[in-house]
């Protein structure tokens, strides 16, 4: 068998395709840990947030194109692919992880499994 007869999966072809790693701020709670993806020109039809057994993928595509009846003449943005990975800790809950997008800034809020949140334990006399 030759190479050209391989198939090549899909997601393996996005995996080997250029991207952007987007910049992201990481803030930690008690309730969870909440991350901010900054992703200019990424329209919410083309982002994709999965949770994959342990791992957090993002990916998005961005459109740069001229407007109609423009030349583009110089190009300094070449890529147009973001994606990037997160592995999750076992006391996060990733049944119920939540985005929201607004202005190019993607928000993944993480929530702690309840048995991992910090608790108040009592203390009794005797």
Known sequence: MNDSSKQVHPQEVRQSEPALTPAVDVIETPEGITLWLDMP???KESLQV???NDALNIEGSANFA???GLEQIYVEQRLTRYRRSFTL???LDAGRVEASFKDGVLCVKLPRAEAARPRRVE???G
């Open 50 to 52: 999965r949770v994959d």
């Open 66 to 68: 001229a407007p109609p």
């Open 123 to 125: 203390v009794r006399m």
């Open 89 to 91: 800790s076992r006391e």
């Open 41 to 43: 020109g990424v329209p």
